[in-house]
């Protein structure tokens, strides 16, 4: 059993930036899919960024409607993935879950959640 702990969120103003951490337990698997998710109040589950990872390398995405303005990222000595959100906007208000889908890739059915951190952009 995989565990995920998520941390980084907090209160910012739009244009600011914040990192997100996502902390997993050990794990050995491939290949092995991780990603951030995210849920506004009243909204559904809205896939955010994520990583890609097999036997021919790591491989990151990110979708269009963040424009580019986050990256992902993974430190493997310390088993975390990380979200760089940059100029932040209040439409990025949510809660951001981590999320681990094992012998699978990013668009599938994800195996291990965190418990989210939530994000608050707001002037």
């Known amino acids: 059993q995989v565990q995920l702990e998520e941390s980084g969120g907090g209160l910012a103003q739009p244009g600011e930036s914040l990192r997100l951490s996502c902390a997993a337990s050990e794990f050995s698997f491939r290949p092995y899919a991780m990603s951030w998710v995210r849920q506004a109040a009243g909204g559904g589950l809205e896939w955010v960024a994520g990583?890609?990872?097999?036997?021919?390398?790591?491989?990151?995405y990110s979708a269009d409607s963040i424009q580019g303005r986050f990256t992902v990222s993974r430190d493997n000595a310390k088993n975390t993935l990380y979200l760089e959100m940059d100029n932040l906007e209040p439409q990025d208000t949510a809660l951001y879950y981590c999320?681990?889908?094992?012998?699978?890739?990013?668009?599938?059915?994800?195996?291990?959640w965190g418990q989210g951190t939530q994000v608050t952009v707001s002037s």
């Open positions: 999320a681990l889908v094992q012998n699978g890739g990013i668009a599938d059915q994800y195996d291990y």
């Open positions: 990583l890609y990872s097999d036997h021919t390398g790591t491989y990151d």
